[in-house]
């Protein structure tokens, strides 16, 4: 197939770009190197690589043509910056999603797949969390995905494209940022680590959060891109399962902790179910983060 990444140098989108580049499809990247968190952006020479902004829809427009499929990653996928920074937030996730499928529309794109958050459930719902429960969006981030969720499933039942949308839980591996205090909390445990650094726990570090390794993660979308389903415009919970503690994870690393202050607009939990993806494309999570955490270590 040729298929479109965007945020194709980021973290998931890397990991992404490599195992259709190893499946033998044709890859187009497009990133604009915005995400701050991340200390290095990565470009694989074997796509067909543009550094732009997924805003900038006259730029993007023509890279569409003769794609069968599009991933769509690009972001500002960071809490706290987007608290910091909303007008941007909207901007990029908002109007930069409803671009990447008005340029798929014009170009006869089959299918779009969106990378969006778990952060929808907020704090309102119980435990575990399931796609039909209310959403409950608590800053700007989570309210700008939601709404690609929802530009998602009019893309689909208004012009017939087939979008899925994947609701990823805290994911965590391979080329995870690393950059700035709103880094993902295991990759910055782990740098912590390696510089002989105290690891910095926000608020009391008793918020539990639902886990999954970037290698499962792709493998969702991977089956995204290739499954038949009855019907699209669909979100899919992609998680473990399974919740730890931020204090259980740092003590996974490194026993020198310091605690820091709270932060606004976060859930105090996350616990995803899963049962829709594992019947709908068969998708379970394979990888343990207790022993990964230890690999990493050793």
């Known amino acids: 197939m040729k298929v479109i990444v965007t945020g194709g140098a980021g973290f998931i989108g890397s990991n992404i770009v490599d195992r259709l580049l190893a499946d033998g499809h044709k890859v187009i990247c497009i990133d604009n190197e915005s995400a701050e968190c991340n ?3 990565y470009w694989n020479e074997n796509a067909e690589n543009y550094k732009y902004d ?3 829809y006259e730029k993007i ?7 069968d499929t599009v991933f769509h990653l690009a972001a500002e996928a960071r809490i706290q910056t987007t608290i910091n920074n909303p007008l941007l937030a909207f901007k990029t996730n908002i109007l930069g999603t409803a671009n990447i499928l008005q340029a798929s529309k014009e170009n006869n794109v089959k299918r779009v797949i969106y990378s969006t958050t778990s ?3 907020g704090k309102k719902n119980t435990l575990p969390n399931v796609e039909t429960q209310a959403e409950d969006c608590l800053n700007p981030y989570s309210v700008s995905k939601v709404s690609g969720d929802k530009i998602m499933k009019m893309y689909y039942e208004l012009y017939g494209i087939e979008t899925i949308s994947l609701r990823y839980f805290n994911v965590y591996g391979k080329n995870e940022p690393i950059k ?11 740098k912590q680590k390696r510089n002989n650094e105290p690891l910095t726990v926000v608020g009391d570090g008793l918020q539990r959060r639902d886990f999954t390794n970037v290698e499962d993660v792709v493998n969702a979308n991977i089956l995204a891109m290739n499954c038949t389903l ?3 415009g669909e979100v899919f919970n992609v998680g473990c399962g399974k919740n730890y503690s931020i204090l259980e994870i740092a003590e996974m690393i490194s026993d020198d902790i310091v605690f820091i202050p709270p932060r606004l607009g976060e859930a105090r939990e996350t616990l995803s179910d899963t049962s829709k993806i594992n019947k709908a494309m068969g998708w379970y999570p394979k990888i343990s983060l207790d022993q990964w955490i230890k690999e990493q270590i050793n």
Request: charged share 10%; net charge negative.
């Open 119 to 121: 952060s929808y459930y």
């Open 39 to 41: 200390n290095s952006f």
């Open 61 to 67: 427009y023509h890279l569409f043509k003769g794609v």
């Open 180 to 190: 700035g205090q709103y880094a993902p909390v295991i990759g910055l445990f782990l």
């Open 230 to 232: 009855d019907s699209y």
């Open 54 to 56: 997924i805003c900038d």
